[in-house]
């Protein structure tokens, strides 16, 4: 068999090349090109058969029709959840783990991946399930030392320390063992297969072993969770098509230095996407927050101008937020633009209508914006509040107290209506608001709250401006 030949692969774009270089020329990433085996590829693939066929010049052999189809109607097999009993990790997975997924979860260092993952196992076995934690990160005494911190010693929790994927699935897949109900790999970097001739947490490593996982899952009908490292931007490390391969993608959210941590579904073939679960941080692991509106605003300034309520929606549940701004004097030739927690280009475009339509000369300011408790904001209907938060500062004047903000801006100052309006309004008036600026619309059932429904940002703008000047006009 001839030898196999190299090559050097950008791990970031996944391009090609003859001889190593410093800087990738397809995406211009700096020290990401690593030497790779012509053959790589996981057992039994196509690349792999492809690559042997070619060395030994021959053909492959036809076997003729090795497919099975069938038809998309048939009987269907009911499969229940497993619900882990922490609610916020259900709400997000869609209800539970449903048997032969895999899961996904990435985050910063030290955000609470693997705390909460052990919290997990550690509730399904007191149900009466197996569950199995594999390390490739720590040794056993470690993730002994963390059961013991968490007050789960005593729980049935399987821990194994291995990284050898060969090993890890000769000993799942024993056909004399009872297959679990869980299986945590942590993390996917650390694991290596010993078909290929890459180092670990390369994009060859990363995606055959995340395949080797996924065969596993849907032929013994376990659940795995795959916990992966992130990249400086937030991403999970690694290949983008890991992401495509698993069913739930799930990112945790927040500061370490911040008690609280949101876990967010991205993806997730069994539920709903972009579904939030809120959890806090103790020296006892994670705690759950049953009504994260209440945290996020609870420590709410009083009569401070620049500062609103925004009412969103984190997936299936509303959630109350406040967003702060601050618009200050600018001595640079180009203003600040500081936003955490917001899409920076989506504040470019609220101030440049407030701008071109309202004409407040906000764009020569320096102008930073947060949203509070560490949670990001991704939907548009946040635009009103962040407008309403940069009016305020800029003219020093408080906004009501009592009142949520939600609708979003168009580009030609129209405010437009945004969906489940109804939620917002209720969970509004749970938490004891009396009114609601919101986008003029009939689509909408009764609210006890006072709606103020506004169509235009300009006039939006005009009443704020008046009540600055005492009832009067700015102009």
Not at 60 to 69: M, S, T
Not at 241 to 269: P, Q, W
Not at 406 to 420: C, D, K, N
């Amino acid at each position: 068999m001839a030898k196999p030949q190299e090559r050097y692969v950008c791990q970031s774009c996944r391009a090609v090349s003859r001889k190593w270089a410093g800087k990738c020329d397809a995406c211009g990433e700096w020290n990401s090109i690593v030497e790779e085996a012509a053959t790589s590829g996981p057992p039994g693939s196509m690349a792999a058969a492809d690559s042997n066929v070619s060395s030994l010049n021959k053909q492959p052999k036809r076997r003729g029709n090795v497919i099975d189809f069938q038809a998309m109607k048939g009987n269907l097999t009911a499969r229940d959840r497993y619900a882990t009993g922490i609610d916020e990790l259900d709400r997000v997975c869609g209800g539970g783990l449903v048997p032969g997924s895999v899961l996904l979860c990435g985050g910063d260092p030290g955000i609470g991946k693997s705390t909460l993952l052990m919290q997990a196992c550690a509730a399904l076995t007191q149900q009466g399930h197996e569950a199995i934690y594999i390390s490739g990160e720590e040794a056993l005494e470690q993730l002994r030392l963390r059961a013991q911190r968490l007050g789960l010693e005593e729980t049935g929790v399987q821990l194994a320390t291995e990284t050898n994927m060969r090993d890890i699935l000769a000993t799942l897949d024993d056909t004399n063992c009872d297959v679990p109900a869980v299986v945590v790999i942590d993390s996917i970097q650390t694991m290596w297969s010993d078909t290929l001739s890459a180092t670990p947490g390369t994009v060859s490593q990363v995606r055959a072993c995340a395949q080797e996982l996924i065969r596993f899952a849907k032929k013994r009908n376990c659940a795995v969770f795959i916990v992966g490292h992130v990249t400086k931007d937030g991403q999970i490390a690694g290949p983008r098509v890991v992401e495509h391969m698993v069913d739930t993608v799930l990112y945790f959210e927040g500061d370490r230095s911040d008690r609280f941590r949101i876990l967010r579904g991205v993806k997730n073939r069994f539920g709903a996407t972009d579904e939030i679960g809120v959890f806090e941080m103790s020296d006892k692991g994670l705690r759950e927050v049953r009504n994260p509106s209440e945290i996020f605003l609870d420590n709410r300034g009083k009569n401070v101008s620049g500062a609103s309520v925004f009412a969103g929606i984190g997936g299936s549940r509303p959630v109350l937020v406040e967003i702060q701004a601050l618009v200050a004097q600018s001595s640079l030739a180009t203003p600040r633009r500081a936003v955490v927690g917001w899409d920076s280009a989506r504040l470019s475009m609220v101030l440049a209508v407030l701008d071109a339509r309202c004409g407040l000369g906000i764009g020569a300011h320096d102008v930073y914006l947060n949203v509070a408790g560490g949670l990001k904001i991704r939907e548009p209907a946040a635009d009103l509040a962040v407008a309403a938060a940069l009016i305020s500062s800029m003219s020093d004047t408080p906004l009501p107290q009592d009142s949520v903000i939600f609708g979003e801006i168009s580009l030609s100052g129209a405010v437009r209506p945004v969906t489940q309006t109804d939620l917002r309004l209720k969970e509004a008036a749970k938490l004891g608001f009396d009114s609601a600026i919101l986008p003029a619309t009939k689509k909408f059932g009764k609210s006890t709250l006072k709606l103020n429904q506004v169509e235009l940002l300009g006039d939006f703008v005009d009443q704020l401006w008046q009540n600055r000047r005492g009832g009067k006009s700015t102009e």
